[in-house]
C-alpha cells in the first residue's frame, strides 16, 4: 500500500478546539505526522474550489467551498503503512449518523457536526494525495 496520504482538520473541528483530540486519535492509531500546516482554503485564491474539483457540479458543491473557506484548517501529511486506507478508516463514512452505527469509534462519529461538516478529510488515492501535498504545502 501507499506509505502516505493527505488529512485535513476541517474549520468546524479547528473552530470547535478538537484539534489536539483528533492529533491525539490520529497518533494513537500509529500514524506520524510527517507535515502540518494550518492553512484557509479560500474562495478569491479558489483553493477549496480547485481541491474538490471532483465534486464540481454537485448539489452540496457551493456549500462545500463556503464550509472550507470559513476559517483555517490543519493540513497534514501522515505517514503509515497503507496510509489512505488506514486513515479513511480512522475517518469513518462522511455521514456521521452512519459512522456512529459502524464505526463509533471513528473521528467523524465523535467530532462530526453533520454530513457537510464532518470534522475531516483524507485523500481518496495516491494521485489525490499526491496532487495535494503539491497544491496545500
Ligand atoms: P470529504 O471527504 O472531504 O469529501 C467531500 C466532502 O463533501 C465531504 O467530505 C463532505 O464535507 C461533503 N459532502 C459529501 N457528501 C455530502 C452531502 N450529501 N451533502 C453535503 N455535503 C456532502
Redesign the pocket.
Known sequence: GVIYTVA?I?PDAVANGRLEDIKQKITEAGFHIAAEEEKTLTEDQEMATQF?KD?EG????D??VN??SEGPSMVMILTKENAVEEWRQL?GP??PDIAKESSPDSIRAQFAE?????A???S?NKEHALKSIEYVF
Open positions: 485535513i476541517k474538490y465534486h454537485k448539489p452540496f458543491f456549500q462545500l464550509y472550507m475517518m462522511a455521514d453533520d454530513i457537510l461538516r464532518n475531516v478529510h483524507g481518496s
